[in-house]
């Protein structure tokens, strides 16, 4: 499962916490990131001890800081106070799960550390070695950076494991989600209906009214007894698509006036409606061509692939968007590949391979990732889509018509409902862990 799949909350690790003293440097200049340094070192104390886990002063005033930095010069936000319970809180829950993740034994290898610092590195469009000389200038030790990245790692990772153990969806649940996207799926059926159309000006007295609908019916007669609808449609109809034997042509229903898809609903493909439809326009006589009743059994899936960047007060999105931008650009040159760039840069499991995402199929993907998709060409390249996750660089590889097996089917359904419990399924969680943790707040030394 990608990132992609989840909520923001679980799908989301926390860089602003890893970067500490070095996004303040990046985000706020390194003279007012001095002066905020100078001052948390001279009066930083415990703050809170969450249960083996500490909270300190310095820790919440640059959690403060760079969401005052995040937000942007005029911003409102809300008083110091209140910015401050916010930042303390954060960082309690952040401990609380970091405690229970040491204590259940989740492990991050020093390979999977190395990579995440290489990201940062990467997304502030700094070397290896430049990161390293602004944590040290900013008297952060680099071995205690790379143990903080491991610790929200840790976090990701226990989120992840906890909070879908906790997620139950029934067989009905299964059924009733099925019966309701068929349902769905047939509400927008795509349907051809041809028409003959004597019209009715507008403000018309009785008497004109009367002889329009006599000529209306005098051709539903005809069509009705076996004569050619579209002859009939050629000769006496006042429609556009008259020269087309009065043929709209395939559309999703829901691009139908309503009144046409009433008033075919219960016929078979080649039936003619038995009675003259009225509306604004005059008369009409209908004959359903074809409707193709879709089957959800079957789906057009997406072969896909992404670079993602998340957004952090290290990283707002409009920078984000600009650099993906000028990946775009590097990539449409020739000067880099997509899959280069994405195993260099992104910020998702799929990194590793290129930024595969392989085969999706629809309602996999969140709504602002799938839109952008199923929009674009093969071996189209998108502009910079921001979603819940961050900022997305989108390219299809491939599409293709698959006919699901009944239990792929019921598995994607029982997957589209876990992600629709997630979300309270994660702060259910959250409440729970908080609950059941020690946590103390100290008063500032005197």
């Not at 990046?26 to 886990?53: F, H, K, M, W």
């Not at 995040?70 to 910015?83: D, I, Q, V």
């Not at 071996?379 to 590889?397: A, D, W, Y």
Request: charged share 25%; net charge neutral.
């Amino acid at each position: 499962m990608t990132p992609l799949h989840r909520t923001a909350t679980s799908a989301r690790l926390d860089w602003a916490g890893a970067f500490l003293a070095v996004g303040l440097a990046l985000a706020c200049g390194p003279a007012q990131a001095a002066a905020q340094r100078s001052t948390l070192r001279n009066g930083d104390y415990i703050a809170v001890v969450v249960n083996q886990e500490v909270v300190t002063a310095g820790e919440i005033e640059r959690r403060v800081q760079q969401a005052i930095a995040a937000a942007g010069p005029g911003a409102k936000l809300p008083p110091m106070a209140e910015l401050r319970r916010q930042a303390t809180d954060a960082l309690i829950d952040e401990r609380v799960m970091l405690s229970n993740a040491r204590e259940s034994g989740i492990r991050i290898d020093d390979a999977e550390v190395d990579r995440a610092v290489q990201n940062i590195a990467a997304q502030n469009q700094i070397s290896l070695a430049t990161l390293r000389q602004r944590l040290a200038a900013e008297g952060t030790d680099y071995a205690r950076f790379r143990e903080h990245i491991r610790d929200q790692m840790m976090i990701e990772r226990l989120r992840e494991r906890d909070v879908y153990q906790r997620i139950k969806v029934s067989d009905a649940e299964i059924d009733a989600y099925l019966a309701k996207q068929r349902a769905q799926a047939q509400g927008d059926a795509p349907t051809d209906i041809a028409q003959i159309l004597i019209t009715v000006p507008e403000g018309a007295d009785a008497a004109t009214v009367a002889a329009r609908r006599a000529l209306a019916q005098a051709a539903l007669d005809r069509v009705l007894k076996g004569e050619d609808f579209a002859t009939v449609a050629r000769e006496v109809s006042e429609d556009g698509n008259r020269k087309n034997g009065g043929e709209i042509g395939l559309r999703p229903a829901s691009r139908l006036p309503d009144a046409f898809v009433d008033a075919t609903k219960d016929l078979k493909d080649g039936q003619i409606a038995p009675t003259l439809l009225r509306t604004d326009a005059g008369f009409h006589v209908l004959k359903l061509i074809e409707r193709k009743l879709p089957s959800i059994d079957e789906v057009t899936q997406t072969h896909v692939r992404h670079i993602l960047l998340r957004t952090s007060p290290e990283l707002s999105t409009a920078v984000a968007e600009r650099r993906l931008a000028e990946y775009r650009a590097e990539i449409e040159s020739g000067k880099a590949s997509f899959a280069d760039i994405a195993r260099k840069v992104s910020e998702d499991g799929s990194a590793a391979a290129g930024g595969d995402l392989g085969w999706a199929s629809p309602g996999t993907m969140v709504p602002e990732f799938e839109s952008a998709m199923n929009a674009l060409p093969i071996g189209g390249i998108s502009q910079p889509v921001v979603s819940r996750f961050g900022v997305h660089l989108i390219q299809v590889l491939d599409r293709r018509e698959v006919a699901l097996q009944p239990r792929q089917l019921r598995e994607q359904a029982r997957n589209a409902l876990r992600e629709q419990k997630f979300e309270q399924a994660y702060l259910d969680w959250t409440k729970e862990l908080r609950a059941q943790a020690y946590v103390e707040y100290r008063e500032p030394p005197q």
